[in-house]
């Protein structure tokens, strides 16, 4: 059972909307969650709320991995404290550019308002892993991620998100054959 998730919650409701351009030039609508990809000042009480929570919800679901990986731009914050607070090793998802990037191990990933690339160094075939994320939403950022893990030999042991937009969550749950454990849902 989660701890109070009061903070949470409120920065939750205080999300503004905002447009941001998406690659082909069209606005989208973007809810900015201070504990989100573009987030910028979070209060120490949500950090420790959210990192808590995280710890405690990836010790009751998921026993079983051998680090966390997390993605850039959103993930990396929260998977970086999670595997602070459990004592565990640590993979961040890098992102560069097309025009940068030259790396092998590299896909490209698109979500609902842009696209770049994820780089995948630092894997081994048998590797188990949980993957930390912020948010899903469309869902765009797990399904290029998880593919391009089992590719690589790599087994996913869950996804732990801090929140879960809509209902997306279930397809990919169902489309990826694994668990996904989130703190809130809207």
């Known amino acids: 059972m989660l701890t109070k998730q009061n903070n949470l919650r409120a920065a939750i409701e205080a999300a503004q909307m905002v447009k941001i351009k998406k690659n082909d030039g ?18 120490p009480e949500l950090i420790t709320e959210i990192t ?5 919800s990836i010790t009751e679901e998921f026993s079983n991995f051998d680090y966390l990986v997390s993605p850039e731009p959103g993930g990396h914050t929260w998977g970086m404290l999670a595997a602070y607070r459990l004592n565990k090793p640590i993979n961040i998802l ?15 990933r698109e979500t609902a308002y842009n696209e770049n690339y994820i780089s995948f160094a630092g894997f081994k075939s048998g590797d188990r892993v949980l993957l930390v994320d912020d948010v899903i939403s469309s869902g765009g950022t797990i399904y290029a991620i998880v593919p391009q893990l089992r590719n690589l030999g790599v087994e996913i ?30």
């Open 26 to 43: 069209e606005d989208y609508n973007f809810k900015l969650y201070a504990f989100g990809e573009r987030g910028t000042f979070i209060e």
């Open 52 to 56: 808590e929570n995280l710890a405690q």
């Open 94 to 108: 890098r992102l560069s550019t097309q025009d940068n990037q030259t790396a092998a191990d590299s896909i490209k």
């Open 157 to 186: 042991a869950g996804i732990q998100v801090i929140l879960v937009k809509g209902e997306h969550y279930k397809k990919m749950k169902s489309d990826l054959s694994v668990p996904i454990k989130y703190l809130a849902k809207i």
